[in-house]
Nanobody
Framework: QVQLVESGGGLVQAGGSLRLSCAAS????????MGWFRQAPGNQRELVAT???????NYADSVKGRFTISRNNAKNTVYLEMNNLRPEDTAVYYC?????????????????WGQGTQVTVSS
């Protein structure tokens, strides 16, 4: 089982910045895409940004130019640098990763989620 643990959430004023981290652990053979999603109360979970093992990134239109996703493959960690935060960015942010693991002695694909970290932006 691959575990993802997020950190770095909190309360910030509009215009401020936060940096989220997510570390993957377990019997990991490889990690393909890592990403960040968010879910505000009453809303569906939505994609924020993703990054492939080769460094190709993809962003939601609402965060382009303000958020930057990056990863450290040696540490199995993905980051989300969030600048110029807005009240509408308030949500629980979830980390996601997919790839190959060893489970019960054999290779198996995984698609894992973290437990989420709260980001609150006050106006």
């Amino acid at each position: 089982q691959v575990q993802l643990v997020e950190s770095g959430g909190g309360l910030v004023q509009a215009g401020g910045s936060l940096r989220l981290s997510c570390a993957a652990s377990g019997s990991i053979v490889s990690i393909n895409t890592m990403g960040w999603f968010r879910q505000a109360p009453g809303n569906q979970r939505e994609l924020v940004a993703t990054i492939t093992s080769g460094g190709r990134t993809n962003y939601a239109d609402s965060v382009k130019g303000r958020f930057t996703i990056s990863r450290n493959n040696a540490k199995n960690t993905v980051y989300l640098e969030m600048n110029n935060l807005r009240p509408e960015d308030t949500a629980v942010y979830y980390c996601n990763a997919d790839g190959l693991q060893v489970r019960n002695g054999v290779y198996a694909n995984y698609y894992s989620w973290g437990q989420g970290t709260q980001v609150t932006v006050s106006s």
